[in-house]
């Protein structure tokens, strides 16, 4: 009876972990992770061991992610998508994985990203966005990322990168940025100022090679010195709006402008362009001194060269014209003498 009670408990766990794991996937109950690669699913499988902390979902056909495409492994710490047809993920597709460290999103097809997607990943430390079609990314892509160690994004078709989505990264250490379309104009100036920063605090990052204008293509863009970049135009109004406006407030009482108590005349501080100050660059700076200071000094020796070069000639001069004198008044002296002693006693 005992045996019979073993058997059918030991048929029962093997049954539960041969139905824990999904058709075409190898789980790993060592490891809690699930490989699920290189078997054309279209979808994420939903029948997940709820214990698993790394799943692989890489070299697959899924295409798209909805809300909560994850929800039955909220544990998940590692999740790989990379090459995948990935072009549309929804605003909650990672929602619930509170502690997700890495995600990999290589070699999709994503387009965008939206702001609210990685709300709900506080745990980030690595996400690959690589060799996807990315053409732009939001200001932030969510709270700020504490935990953000390595972000990627090489190989997309970028342009312009906001400095606000940088910073939102305080911990970040490795930076990948090269092979996109940078686009090296006043409005590239706030990266070209954080990389600096970020290089200059032990941060890692690859090239930024300029693919526009024509002026800096193929340059890179740390090597390009921000005197040269041009300042960005003012945004200019539109007429037609400014018509309205002012239509739409052609009946509203106009609030008569403060005067001057002294000339009364109107004074409009805000409504002056002032000029932007010229971020100052530590590299030229050190550049411009070590650069005085050997001119400085090149123009010092030569001082000293050319008052030992006078004090030596002088003394020369005046030791020949000495000896030559000497010569001249001994003949002199011979002759007073010879008079001397011709003279009668």
């Given amino acids: 009876m005992k045996g019979d009670l073993l058997l059918l408990c030991g048929a029962i766990v093997l049954l539960q972990g041969v139905c824990g794991c999904p058709e075409k996937c190898r789980c790993h109950s060592s490891s809690h992770s699930v490989d699920c690669s290189q078997q054309g699913l279209a979808e994420i499988p939903s029948d ?8 692989h979902l890489q070299d697959n056909q899924i295409q798209r ?3 909560f495409a994850f929800r039955s492994v909220p544990q998940l710490t590692t999740l790989n998508l990379c090459n995948n047809s990935l072009s549309n ?4 597709a990672f929602q619930g994985l509170h502690h997700l460290k890495v995600l990999n999103l290589t070699q999709n097809s994503l387009h965008s990203l939206e702001s609210r997607l990685f709300h709900s990943l506080p745990q980030l430390r690595e996400l690959d966005l690589s060799s996807n079609n990315i053409t732009h990314l939001p200001t932030s892509l969510g709270k700020v990322w504490e935990n953000l160690t390595v972000f990627a ?4 078709q970028l342009q312009q990168l906001d400095r606000a989505l940088l910073e ?3 911990s970040v250490r490795l930076l990948f940025l090269k092979d996109n379309l940078w686009k090296c104009n006043c409005h590239l100036l706030s990266l070209k100022l954080w990389l600096e920063k970020f290089i200059y605090k032990g941060g890692i990052t690859d090239s930024v090679i300029c693919a526009s204008p024509d002026t800096w293509k193929g340059k890179e863009l740390l090597k390009i010195p921000h005197e040269l970049y041009q300042p960005c135009p003012f945004p200019s109004l539109d007429v037609g ?3 309205g406006q002012q239509l739409g407030s052609a009946h509203q009482p ?3 402008p403060p005067e001057s108590h ?3 005349e109107r004074d409009h501080p805000e409504c002056e362009l002032k000029p932007k100050p010229r971020p100052a660059n530590l590299r030229h700076a050190v550049a411009t001194v070590i650069i005085t200071g050997v001119v400085c000094g090149i123009v010092c020796l030569m001082m000293l060269a050319a008052a030992i070069y006078g004090c030596t000639y002088a003394a020369v001069t005046a030791q020949y014209h000495g000896g030559r004198l000497a010569q001249t008044n001994e003949p002199v002296k011979m002759e007073g003498k010879e008079l001397y002693d011709s003279s009668p006693a």
């Fill in 168 to 170: 939102s990264m305080p």
């Fill in 262 to 264: 002294s000339t009364g």
């Fill in 241 to 243: 709006s400014l018509r």
């Fill in 153 to 156: 994004v090489q190989q997309n």
């Fill in 48 to 55: 997940l061991p709820p214990q698993t902390l790394t799943l």
């Fill in 89 to 92: 993920l929804a605003p909650g």
């Fill in 65 to 67: 992610l909805p809300a």
């Fill in 254 to 256: 106009v609030p008569k």
